[in-house]
RNA sequence: GCAGGCAUGGCGGAACUGGCAGACGCGCACGGUUCAGGUCCGUGUGAGGGUUACUUCAUGGAGGUUCGAGUCCUCUUGCCUGCACCA
């Protein structure tokens, strides 16, 4: 569909400047004054504001770009004309499967396809007019920037924060590569939709868990709405409880167990291994019903994730010949395996207590096990209950409340040595290798005498090597093994044969930790120098797809914990204020993504109605964190409100601020200057990104103006300022003819309180609550006078039973 | 199941700490300009009733607090978005 198809049935208003021109020419005039550049130890403020940098794609930019860009650009705009040194950079996520799989379906390098997409983004982007510091440019495939993505790994390998070892991890059968939890949200790939598998691998892991609550602290201090917060706990899964120790009779061996309940470990009647438990090997030789056990641990390690969710019923298998004995009260115990037990989870063993565990108690009542009530309050016969009371049949417990009672049998088992209180959690580490070509080579020597060897430092980067052949193998080895005279390599420590890792890193290792390298890119002595981290410190306003809330951005705050513990980074949060952008749908309400036929491209838009028209559309048809139908009906709006803009060029008349507009005027620079961005932050509740009502009134004034036929100088050059931060290649011209000179030299106009009202104030009288009429008064009249006016407004003789007014809004009269 | 969010005209959406519900824009209607269409300019536009003055009803639904509720409280319905057998 072209864009006259996508444009019929609507308006077509016609733009009364040049609008092609006007932007390149300003476009090209930003470029040669370098007019976005930040400035290192700038006496200003600094303000850095930041989106989440581009996947470049060959599709190009989309919607979506447009919207999460568009705020920050004003919000850079503004802050500029505020008088801050602004940071607003643009780089590359460059690495990734998205590259390497167009790569491999069109028969192209990766780092040419790369550097065509990249190619492709900046002209669109400078086209769109956003004020990016270009000069601040990086890829994260770039050498120059990645040697410091294998230094950050270095580090970590070197304070044992990465290991490598075998393990379950997610597998995408489609994409031939190992994915992180945070890849295979709802066990589907995160890049190609298929359902994934479970497949035992050598894994580099990161020990992310160990950074949990460094995480959550970072989570509770960044400026964020509670749902983001929410998500990000709920993914690190916090919880307290204790560790407890079931023997097994006659034998060494135990069952260790995590409990958030150690209060009702009188009630536990059976206990509940993953099938893939350890233990059940070490035990096989007792296990009577050893081919049926067999079984079910063939089945279970078969289902998907998937299929494990669409089975809600519980299914299990007894150990026979196995029993467990509960430490407090030397209880018998059989033990089963089923899978609603979950290896990765605590020590994959649960002690199962059916009277206060509704999983629990539908295994019990399947398979007939006793349930025992330890907690009154509840009716067990009929289902499990949860909550809290006070403890029954539980011994030294016994008339115990629930949280007294934790916290005896927490201490109690810890005497015995057969437990302590623990703190449990959800997250994993992050498995960190891939096996496929386009991304950061592992700086890792395997040696069979010394092990896995770090690189020295200073011979980063280690490139990764070009090849004809970069097709994921079937196998499961990462494509650079293919590369025999690149993989064989003398041991760094012992000098024998060794092999060099041929796995790479996951397309969210260069992510993050970017907003840091655009402190100081070009730097070749370390990842930034310490005198810009110090200056600029954390992002002030990072914005994003809340898709990254449960992902990229615990990366984030796990490597920028990790780097401000090793003294790396001086400030211990990467970012002081997250916002995330909603969605755009198309006009039937559905995701618009670039792969899907309802993308609508923005290229198209400009060519049609120009970036300012593009950008204030954006901004007026829906709120930034909602999601977004786009439409082009009400585009001709934006384009006949700049129209009547531009026409006040010859309705200029006097200088000064006319008292006919004053208060209106004043309005709106309030709205504007309280609406865009809170400077200074910190509070709970923002009261800004309000773009469609400062637009809305932008509009308000424009339309008065031309019902009165004129604007003096100075309302025309603060409208002027306030509409620039919105439509800055417009409004640059009209300055430049109006006023000469370039609009951005200018300080954002300021308002006075005392001046949003006009002298005389309209308001409305309510008798009895009820609407009546409209009296006009002085403003900050006293209520005498005004209730004096309401009652001879309503008819009304003698006095009111009561009147409530309030100052220049309204007044209420009751009368019975 | 748990958590978070949303619900306002024909449509997108406004409404600050409770204070004229529907700003602003689209659409629509009528009028002007035009040979005509488009553009442009003007007027009107929540629903019902009345010839008018006016009046009744309206923010998913039901109650409540208040002089006054889209906004606060209780209950309820529908939709969206995360996480999901996490012990």
């Not at 920037?145 to 393990?167: D, M, S, V």
């Not at 609550?213 to 919880?239: C, F, H, P, T």
């Not at 002030?540 to 984030?556: F, I, K, P, Q, S």
């Amino acid at each position: 569909m072209d864009i006259d198809d996508m444009t019929s049935g609507i308006k077509n208003v016609k733009p009364r400047w040049d609008v092609q021109a006007v932007e390149a020419k300003w476009q090209r005039i930003w470029d040669e004054r370098g007019a976005f550049r930040a400035v290192d130890f700038s006496s200003k403020p600094k303000f850095y504001v930041l989106s989440e940098f581009f996947g470049p794609s060959g599709k190009g930019i989309h919607l979506g770009h447009v919207k999460c860009f568009t705020p920050t650009e004003i919000v850079a705009r503004y802050m500029r004309f505020k008088g801050y040194n602004v940071l607003y950079p643009v780089g590359w996520d460059a690495f990734g499967l998205p590259t390497e799989n167009y790569a491999l379906k069109t028969g192209r390098q990766p780092d040419e396809v790369t550097r065509d997409n990249i190619a492709i983004f900046t002209r669109q982007l400078r086209r769109m007019g956003f004020s990016f510091d270009w000069s601040r440019e990086i890829s994260t495939a770039d050498p120059g920037y990645y040697r410091w993505t294998q230094w950050i790994f270095l580090k970590l390998l070197e304070k044992g924060l990465a290991y490598k070892t075998k393990g379950e991890v997610n597998f995408c059968p489609s994409c031939q590569t190992v994915l992180s939890n945070e890849d295979s949200q709802g066990g589907i790939c995160d890049r190609c939709h298929s359902p994934v598998a479970k497949a035992t691998r050598d894994v580099w892991y990161l020990r992310m868990r160990d950074y949990s609550e460094k995480i959550l602290e970072a989570v509770e201090a960044i400026d964020m709405k509670d749902g983001y917060k929410e998500a990000q706990r709920n993914w690190v899964g916090r919880s307290a409880g204790a560790v407890a120790e079931f023997g097994i009779e006659g034998s060494e061996e135990s069952i260790r167990v995590f409990t958030t309940r150690p209060d009702t470990i009188y009630g536990a009647t059976f206990m509940v291994l993953a099938p893939e438990h350890g233990l059940v090997a070490k035990l096989m030789d007792r296990i009577a019903n050893r081919d049926e056990v067999l079984e079910y641990q063939r089945l279970a390690a078969g289902k998907s994730g998937i299929e494990k969710q669409e089975s809600a019923d519980k299914t299990g298998v007894a150990l026979e010949g196995v029993s467990a004995i509960n430490p407090v009260n030397g209880a018998r115990l059989p033990v089963f395996i089923a899978d609603y037990v979950l290896a990765s989870y605590g020590f994959g063993a649960v002690m199962a207590v059916p009277a206060h565990d509704g999983r629990d108690f539908d295994f019990a009542k399947k398979y007939g096990l006793p349930i025992i009530e330890v907690i009154s309050g509840g009716d067990v016969a009929h289902e499990a209950y949860e909550g809290d009371g006070t403890l029954v049949n539980s011994g030294m417990l016994n008339g115990m409340r629930t949280a007294a009672a934790k916290e005896a049998m927490t201490e109690h088992l810890r005497k015995m040595g057969r437990g302590e209180a623990r703190i449990n959690y959800r997250m994993q580490d992050w498995p960190f290798n891939r096996q496929r070509y386009w991304g950061e080579p592992f700086p890792i020597v395997s040696c069979p005498k010394c092990g896995h060897v770090p690189l020295d430092e200073a011979l980063l980067p280690l490139v990764l090597p070009k090849t004809g052949d970069f097709s994921p193998d079937p196998q499961g080895n990462g494509p650079l093994s293919k590369l025999t005279d690149w993989i064989r390599c003398a041991c760094p420590v012992c000098g024998g044969p060794a092999k060099r890792e041929s796995d790479t890193m996951p397309n969210w290792a260069g992510s993050s930790w970017y907003w840091l390298r655009f402190l100081d890119p070009e730097n070749s002595e370390s990842f930034v120098s310490r005198e810009k981290l110090e200056y600029w410190g954390a992002v002030d306003l990072y914005t994003g797809g809340t898709e990254h809330v449960t992902r990229h951005m615990l990366y984030a705050f796990f490597w920028h914990s990790f780097l401000f513990d090793m003294g790396a980074a001086p400030h211990k949060l990467p970012f002081s204020r997250r916002m995330c952008n909603g969605l755009i749908l198309d006009e039937a309400g559905r995701k618009m993504s670039k792969s899907s036929e309802n993308a609508i491209d923005p290229v198209l838009v400009i060519d049609r109605f120009g970036a300012d028209v593009f950008r204030l559309h954006m901004m007026f048809i829906g709120e930034y964190e909602q999601n977004t139908a786009w439409t082009f009906k009400g585009i001709t709006g934006i384009t006949g409100f700049l129209n009547r803009v531009f026409d006040m060029q010859g309705m200029i008349e006097g200088d000064g601020v006319s008292p006919k507009h004053e208060s209106l005027l004043h309005r709106l620079v309030k709205k504007a200057d309280t609406g865009i961005y809170d400077i200074g932050g910190g509070k709970k509740e923002h009261n800004d990104f309000k773009f469609n009502t400062i637009i809305a009134s932008m509009m308000e004034f424009a339309n008065e103006i031309r019902g009165d036929g004129y604007i003096t100088k100075e309302e025309y050059r603060q409208f002027l300022i306030v509409l620039n931060v919105f439509a800055p290649h417009l409004t640059s011209e009209i300055y430049e003819a109006v006023f000469g000179g370039d609009i951005m030299d200018q300080a954002f106009p300021s308002y006075d309180e005392g001046k949003l009202v006009g002298s005389s104030v309209e308001i409305p009288v309510q008798l009895n609550g009820r609407l009546k009429a409209l009296i006009s008064v002085e403003r900050d009249e006293g209520q005498d006078s005004v209730e004096r006016k309401a009652l001879a407004a309503l008819g009304i003789d003698g006095p009111a039973d009561k009147a409530i007014y309030v100052k220049n809004k309204i007044i209420n009269i009751i009368k019975r």
